[in-house]
């Protein structure tokens, strides 16, 4: 890549009982592509064993260590100009740790907010509705962060914490005021991150409008889901995950979500299909093939029929053609499956 900007848009982390990894997401602006930069550190075998009994290193402990010769921490929240990036096919980005990438690197000053409109996202509405013109996630290219953009957000409303899910969810609005849903999970290797975007969220109004970078995990009912990587507030940005434990702002605990039909009878079904693999077609017996059958049931009954054939027909075949025939019934009917899933998501 030929003096290449990459502008931070957050960080991800994740890990193991001997290893933490961290992903870092850049936008490229000239081609409005989300690019990923992986590093990954092995435990050395104290911090290993003290894993095995508490949390070992999280984001905030790995801030100050360097990926490419800078700091993790200011590597995410800074645009690097570089000659020394390499980008794949599969829109990870490889960089030589060298005195010009650390010279290449400055604060991200107003650089989020002025990324082109394919990263951009400034209707929430327009961008749902592009989502469901897309085909099923399942014969899509596989590239890195394909689905992480940055939103303006103008205001938020509904700012809560679910517990049962360990989430934190709000609605937030864009300037039209069309509607995204929020919901943040606990990432035990990002502790920080809750308390910090509940923090963000709570000092954004439409007089101060936040950008915010997430990975928009498709829609439900027409809205935006969104778990957010960072935040660009009027006091900087916060890089959720990297974010060190401040204390708790105990947002109020929120209302549990009205189920969405559609979502639940696809999702019970998908795990009876779960289950029948698991055991293993030629030990379905009658405890699966009733849960089966009324998935089935339940698929019919939402207007899914096709679906509820198909999974009807693994049944037959589970029953009477034996599990050489039930393998292609049963690929058949976890496809359908999963496609109808993700055009429900869009």
Avoid: K
Avoid at 100 to 122: D, F, I, K, Q, W
Avoid at 250 to 263: E, K, N, R
Wanted: proline fraction near 7%.
């Amino acid at each position: 890549m030929r003096q290449a900007r990459l502008v931070s848009l957050g960080c991800r982390i994740s890990g193991d009982r001997t290893s933490r990894t961290a992903e870092v997401v850049f936008g490229h602006p000239g081609t409005g592509l989300p690019l990923v930069l992986r590093h990954c550190w092995e435990l050395p075998e104290p911090e290993a064993s003290a894993d095995a009994g508490g949390p070992g290193p999280v984001g905030a402990d790995l801030a100050s260590r360097r990926v490419c010769g800078i700091a993790l921490g200011r590597l995410t929240a800074s645009q690097l100009v570089t000659e020394d990036a390499v980008r794949t096919a599969g829109h990870t980005v490889l960089l030589r740790a060298s005195r010009r990438v650390a010279a290449g690197c400055t604060p991200l000053g107003a650089a989020l907010a002025e990324l082109p409109e394919a990263l951009m996202v400034n209707d929430f509405d327009a961008y749902a509705r592009s989502l469901r013109d897309l085909p099923p996630r399942q014969v899509r290219a596989r590239v890195a962060a394909d689905d992480v953009r940055v939103l303006a957000v103008h205001a938020v409303e509904e700012l809560g914490y679910d517990p049962a899910e360990q989430s934190l969810t709000a609605v937030v609005r864009d300037a039209h005021g069309h509607r995204a849903s929020l919901a943040a999970p606990y990432n035990p290797y990002g502790p920080g991150g809750l308390d910090t975007l509940a923090a963000a969220l709570t000092d954004t109004d439409r007089d101060t409008p936040c950008c915010m970078s997430a990975f928009v995990r498709g829609t439900v009912s027409g809205e935006l889901l969104l778990d957010p990587l960072a935040v660009l507030t009027r006091t900087g940005v916060m890089v959720l995950d990297l974010a060190a434990v401040t204390g708790h702002t105990d947002p109020p605990p929120v209302c549990p979500p009205i189920a969405d039909p559609l979502t639940t009878v696809l999702d019970d079904a998908t795990e009876a299909l779960a289950e029948v693999a698991h055991r293993g077609l030629r030990h379905a017996q009658g405890p699966e093939l009733r849960r089966l059958r009324d998935c089935a049931a339940a698929l019919a009954r939402t207007g899914l029929a096709d679906a509820a054939a198909r999974v009807r027909a693994l049944v037959t075949a589970l029953t009477h053609d034996g599990p050489a025939a039930a393998a292609g019934r049963w690929t058949d009917a976890h496809l359908f499956l999963l496609t109808a899933a993700s055009l429900n998501t869009h």
